[in-house]
């Protein structure tokens, strides 16, 4: 028996605010959701790929990935204010008589990140893996600088990081940012803390080409220039 299983797990609810129907709109004659099921099925160490959805065009990719895993998601579990959390939980107790929870991995691939590809979750993983973690996240280097960002307090403007004294860019501490392309949970530990980021959340550092995230029309763009 295998010490260590890894799920592919790709939400994918019907509702979208940023972009109508973004899951499924067509991105260099593909789905935007196929890149995700792609990469996840060439991933030389995800065992088996799910997709969780309340939309039917989804569902009926099944016809197309037949080793693809496609259920229908829970209708209290789909809406706009539902938490990414609670949807791994129910996912977990859906197969935890499967599975040794201790032993199973879930790979987190939103589809939101097409450029993510599957050597970069193969590398996550085999991170994973080599420091013994529990939790993983992916991160890059955000577009602007924390220490540059100010927002608007009771009409006043106050900066995001009080800074002693005025520096240089170069000399700013190093930040990164949740790039949301993969998470990597133990089951067993997730269903205790319930959160993705924790005190003991391990950084898997991706490049910022990999790393965009398709909320609004202007990324949209930006992707289609890139692929």
Same mark, same amino acid.
């Given at each position: 028996?295998?010490?260590?299983?890894? $799920?592919?797990?790709?939400?994918?609810?019907?509702?979208?605010?940023?972009?109508?129907?973004?899951?499924?709109?067509?991105?260099?004659?593909?789905?935007?959701?196929?890149?995700?099921?792609?990469?996840?099925?060439? *991933?030389?160490?995800?065992?088996?790929?799910?997709? *969780?959805?309340?939309?039917?065009?989804?569902?009926?990719?099944?016809?197309?990935?037949?080793?693809?895993?496609?259920?229908?998601?829970?209708?209290? $579990?789909?809406?706009?204010?539902?938490?990414?959390?609670?949807?791994?939980?129910?996912?977990?107790?859906?197969?935890?008589?499967?599975? *040794?929870?201790?032993?199973?991995?879930?790979?987190?691939?939103?589809?939101?990140?097409?450029?993510?590809?599957?050597?970069?979750?193969?590398?996550?993983?085999?991170?994973?893996?080599?420091?013994?973690?529990?939790?993983?996240?992916?991160?890059?280097?955000?577009?602007?600088?924390?220490?540059?960002?100010?927002?608007?307090?009771?009409?006043?403007?106050?900066?995001?990081?009080?800074?002693?004294?005025?520096?240089?860019?170069?000399?700013?501490?190093?930040?990164?940012?949740?790039?949301?392309?993969?998470? @990597?949970?133990?089951?067993?530990?997730?269903?205790?803390?319930?959160?993705?980021?924790?005190?003991?959340?391990?950084?898997?550092?991706?490049?910022?080409?990999?790393?965009?995230? @398709?909320?609004?029309?202007?990324?949209?763009? $930006?992707?289609?220039?890139? @692929?």
């Amino acid at each position: 028996m295998k010490k260590n299983f890894f $799920l592919g797990f790709i939400p994918a609810r019907k509702g979208s605010q940023g972009i109508k129907n973004k899951n499924i709109i067509l991105l260099k004659k593909k789905k935007l959701i196929e890149y995700s099921i792609k990469s996840s099925l060439e *991933s030389r160490l995800i065992d088996q790929t799910f997709v *969780s959805t309340d939309d039917q065009r989804i569902l009926n990719l099944s016809n197309t990935f037949k080793k693809v895993n496609f259920y229908k998601r829970l209708k209290s $579990l789909s809406s706009s204010k539902s938490l990414m959390k609670d949807v791994i939980i129910n996912f977990i107790n859906q197969h935890k008589r499967n599975y *040794s929870l201790n032993n199973l991995n879930i790979v987190v691939l939103q589809p939101t990140s097409p450029l993510r590809n599957s050597k970069d979750i193969d590398d996550a993983i085999s991170f994973f893996l080599k420091k013994k973690a529990k939790f993983l996240v992916s991160v890059s280097d955000p577009m602007s600088h924390p220490e540059d960002i100010v927002f608007e307090n009771k009409k006043k403007v106050s900066k995001l990081i009080l800074s002693q004294k005025e520096k240089n860019r170069q000399n700013f501490k190093k930040f990164y940012y949740i790039n949301g392309s993969i998470f @990597i949970i133990n089951a067993s530990s997730f269903l205790k803390s319930k959160k993705f980021v924790n005190k003991n959340t391990l950084l898997f550092k991706m490049k910022k080409k990999h790393s965009i995230e @398709i909320d609004d029309l202007i990324d949209l763009k $930006l992707v289609k220039a890139l @692929i």
